[in-house]
């Protein structure tokens, strides 16, 4: 984890989190998302990206918090196209952060349930602690809580 | 000739893109840095172009590489650390591979270039190696001649190709086709040494390299995915025009239309390709089988420029290879046979491909012994497939369908006696999987045609659009049968079995399966609205899907669904609809395997089909079970089935000494099965509680409709049953295992006919009920 990097920052409930720059493909407010009956829950549905279906992961159910108020209207950030087609749900897209390897440390003993599983670590910013997630933990819906 | 002439350009565009990675893996070698994989990709390149120039009649390249696939074969297996000395020499293989492969692209043939004294070296090299593991000296020397005669050639060579290409780009486009028969042939037979001899000078076709680009599927699926898009965009602006009748403007909308209409076409040709491409190796498979079990056999192939979306020729290859291998196993019969029933000794095997009506008609024949449709039958009797009454019924065109069943054709014994390979069922159910459709047909002494009819494109077909709980849903066009429309669920015609509803339709009872439940939506509405059923065809059986709404046919793009979902067997992919909204592709058989559809004999009339396709004969028969009071399993056959109705114990009417309901304005005669099967009186009688309901199967005895009582109704089962012997109990007709149980096939007409005639002559009078 030295160097520097570029990550995307966006906010689920109260939490800031951040993913590689190179993971990310656009980002956009959230359009029609169509359910998919019986997909697990974690999956909000599929959505028409310039006639490429992606599949929308909402963030907050996959990190165990409770649902977002239906008048609060997701920021999809859609992954790149070699994820699969996928895309996280998130409340609010915020900037693009450069941080320093040194700022890095493991994941916060105060943070608890599902998003422990999903992070990599944190880099501590000068306000608060920025969560890097896993990509990969994240996409796969067998990680969950350890019992 | 034409034909060959496009596997040709194929097999040389493939070959000199692999003598390129060889170019590069030989140096890595010469480097020192050997191993069993590079030396594994080296030796499967040489040895593809030995194995298609077979095929191609190209004896004098089939030698060559014969012999680089000998000394490679050594290489890879024994003497690796040898590979650095020889690597030259391979490098001269590879050189003169490509000056035999130009050769044959300028003439067609190979005999211009002489690489015997290549081929030699490499013998020799093969022997000294595998007289002596690592032997440097020797090695060296080989190396060391050999490098001569590469330099030679690179100089010798090249210029003259440099000007060709040149000149190839001045003439234009003309030149570039692959291989124009009759163009200069190689005038090079130089000195033996030099296989090196330039091909003519006068060549001037521009290598295939350069006139195919091989493209990833994916950028091509891409590329299709964002034209689908500009045309939804291209619409609404059409669209839009129209509303605004500017008359400037619409001029340049049509063009814009046009033009995307023109691009979509030409991007979905992209993908096509012509059946040429499985076909291509099918003479000398044919060729190399008969050989094997001594039969002679001609292929013909016709259509072969018939152009299939790639993913379709993927699906067909391993079904037609079966196809052809069958017809040379067991289709043609030996010269001996032949001569004896007056035919030609050559066995005819041909191939036809064409278009027919937005489909490609693929036939499989051949003129050998056909298939003895008796022998299918008493196998299928045998074995249990059909009953000798249902065999009865068959036509023998009927009969010989029942190959494609599952228990027949993976049967060896009965392949042997019809002539007709096995793993049909497999082939069939590959086909099945493409929506594709295959049927047989045989006449004895004759011989055998397998027509099969495939779909132009995997990823474009007909959908209907359906809605319910909100949601739409499309259904691919070739899974329905036909549209009911339905005054709410529990309307007229739905009968409810144990919670599971059926409906009648046309005499037949119909399972039904509600989507918004199965889906586990939220109802839209009042549950009792009207909707329709959807009337789907899974394999042999058939079941109703009820939707709330119907909303038409659309043409859809069928796309995966990702990582994330595509383990839910219920969908089949995803569309993109005509307003841009994502739309869920439902999949027929995952939905039936989910709600446990089982059905009654599809396909009540055998034989009513003989226009088109027709449907494979259904050797399942219909079975309604129900518990019995010791907890066992009975069954009335299906057919016997007129209603099932429950009734509340209340409404059980005392008749004298029997029981009746008052039924549609009538009175239905209960008969209580089990009071009248012997050692079977522990059921609670009638009598015997005010409470609950009845399970009444209503049955037609002659003239009469009749209730019987029997225990809770479990399934309505639809199955081929192999297992089954006459019972001596009295009142049933003999026992099967159905869906691996043990169950009593209930005598209706007995239990019926015990209960006495009393019964009707008491319904016949009026109700004089205690």
């Known amino acids: 984890m030295n160097g520097r990097r570029q990550l995307i920052t966006f906010r689920v409930g109260k939490h800031l989190f951040g993913v590689d720059i190179d993971e990310v493909q656009e980002v956009l407010t959230a359009r029609e998302i169509s359910p998919v009956p019986l997909a697990p829950p974690e999956v909000e549905g599929l959505l028409n990206l310039r006639g490429r279906i992606v599949t929308a992961v909402e963030l907050r159910r996959r990190l165990g918090l409770p649902d977002r108020s239906a008048r609060r209207v997701p920021m999809v950030i859609v992954l790149r196209p070699e994820r699969g087609s996928v895309s996280l749900l998130a409340d609010a897209v915020g900037d693009v952060v450069i941080v320093a390897g040194e700022d890095f440390e493991g994941p916060p003993e105060t943070l608890r349930g599902q998003a422990r599983e999903l992070i990599r670590g944190a880099y501590k910013l000068p306000h608060e602690l920025l969560l890097v997630l896993e990509i990969d933990r994240v996409l796969d819906l067998t990680v969950r809580e350890r019992q | 000739m034409n034909d060959r002439d496009n596997i040709v350009a194929e097999f040389l565009a493939e070959s000199f893109e692999q003598l390129e990675e060889v170019d590069r893996d030989v140096l890595t070698l010469e480097s020192g840095q050997a191993d069993r994989a590079l030396l594994d990709r080296v030796f499967r390149a040489v040895h593809t172009i030995k194995g298609t120039c077979g ?48 050769q044959i692209q300028s003439s067609g043939k190979d005999d211009g270039v002489d690489a015997s004294a290549v081929v030699q070296r490499l013998e020799a090299a093969r022997e000294r190696l595998a007289g002596k593991p690592v032997s440097g000296v020797t090695a060296q020397n080989v190396a060391a001649r050999a490098k001569k005669p590469r330099k030679a050639r690179t100089k010798t060579a090249a210029p003259p190709s440099r000007k060709a290409a040149s000149r190839s780009d001045k003439t234009g486009g003309a030149v570039a086709s692959p291989s124009p028969p009759g163009s200069v042939k190689g005038s090079g037979h130089g000195s033996p040494q030099a296989p090196t001899s330039t091909p003519s000078p006068a060549v001037a076709v521009r290598s295939s390299a350069d006139s195919f680009v091989r493209v990833d599927v994916h950028a091509l699926d891409r590329m299709m995915d964002l034209v689908g898009e500009l045309v939804l965009s291209r619409n609404q602006l059409v669209l839009a025009e129209w509303a605004e009748h500017d008359a400037s403007e619409i001029d340049s909308v049509q063009r814009l239309d046009l033009i995307t209409s023109e691009l979509q076409e030409a991007i979905m040709r992209t993908r096509l390709e012509p059946v040429s491409k499985v076909w291509g190796r099918f003479p000398r498979l044919a060729r190399d089988l008969a050989e094997g079990c001594g039969k002679r056999v001609r292929l013909e192939m016709e259509g072969q420029g018939t152009e299939l979306d790639r993913g379709l020729i993927e699906a067909i290859r391993d079904p037609l290879t079966h196809l052809v291998r069958n017809a040379v196993d067991h289709g043609i019969e030996p010269p001996e046979a032949r001569r004896a029933a007056g035919k030609p000794v050559v066995g005819r095997i041909w191939l036809r491909a064409s278009h027919e009506g937005g489909h490609v008609t693929i036939e499989v024949g051949d003129d050998g012994a056909g298939i003895n449709s008796g022998a299918v039958l008493d196998r299928a009797v045998a074995l249990g497939a059909v009953t000798a009454k249902q065999a009865a019924r068959l036509t023998p065109g009927e009969a010989v369908r029942l190959v494609f069943l599952p228990g027949l054709s993976t049967n060896r014994e009965v392949t042997n006696l019809s002539g007709r390979g096995v793993g049909l069922d497999v082939v069939r159910s590959n086909l099945e999987r493409v929506n594709g459709l295959i049927d047989i047909k045989s006449s004895p002494g004759e011989g055998t045609v397998i027509r099969l009819e495939i779909p132009l494109t995997l990823a474009i077909l007909p959908a209907l659009v359906v809605g319910t709980g909100g949601q739409m849903f499309a259904i691919p066009q070739a899974s329905v049968v036909e549209l009911v429309r339905l005054d709410g669920v529990e309307g007229a015609g739905v009968e409810m079995v144990h ?87 439902l999949d027929v058989l995952g939905l039936a395997q989910r709600a446990h559809v089982v059905t009654e004999a599809a396909h009540a009339e055998v034989g009513a089909d003989d226009e088109g396709l027709p449907q494979l004969v259904s050797l399942s028969e219909g079975f309604l079970l129900f518990r019995s009071p010791d907890d066992g399993r009975m069954a009335i056959p299906l057919d016997r089935v007129v209603r099932l109705e429950l009734f509340p114990r209340t409404e059980v009417e005392r008749v004298g000494e029997g029981f009746a309901v008052q039924y549609r304005g009538d009175i239905l005669p209960l008969v209580f099965v089990f009071d009248h099967l012997v050692e079977r009186r522990n059921v609670p009688r009638v009598s015997d509680s005010e409470i609950g309901e009845l399970d009444v199967v209503v049955v037609n005895y002659g003239a009469h409709t009749v209730g019987l009582v029997v225990g809770p109704v479990l399934d309505i089962v639809e199955e081929i049953v192999g297992v089954r012997q006459p019972s001596s109990r009295e009142g049933i007709v003999e026992c099967a295992v159905i869906r691996d149980r043990v169950t009593e096939l209930l005598d209706v007409d007995f239990i019926v006919g015990r209960a006495g005639p009393s019964v009707f002559a008491r319904a016949a009078g009026s109700c004089e009920s205690t």
Do not use: C, W
């Open chain 2, 499 to 585: 919670g599971a509803p059926v409906y009648r339709l046309r005499g037949r009872l119909l399972p039904l399966v509600v989507l918004r439940q199965e889906l586990g939506l939220e109802p839209d509405g009042d549950e009792r609205t009207a909707g329709s059923i959807v009337v789907l065809e899974v394999g042999e059986r058939q079941l109703g899907l009820v939707v709330e709404s119907v909303t038409d046919t659309q043409e859809i793009v069928v796309k995966p669904l990702g990582a994330l979902l595509d383990r839910i067997p219920e969908y089949a992919g995803a569309t993109i609809l005509g307003d841009g909204r994502v739309t869920l592709i």
């Open chain 2, 55 to 102: 095929f191609l009649e190209l004896g004098r390249l089939e030698a060559l590489s014969h012999a680089g696939e000998g000394l490679l074969t050594l290489l890879r297996d024994e003497t690796q650390n040898a590979a650095p000395e020889v690597a030259p020499l391979l490098l001269e293989l590879v050189d003169t591979l490509r000056v035999m492969l130009k």
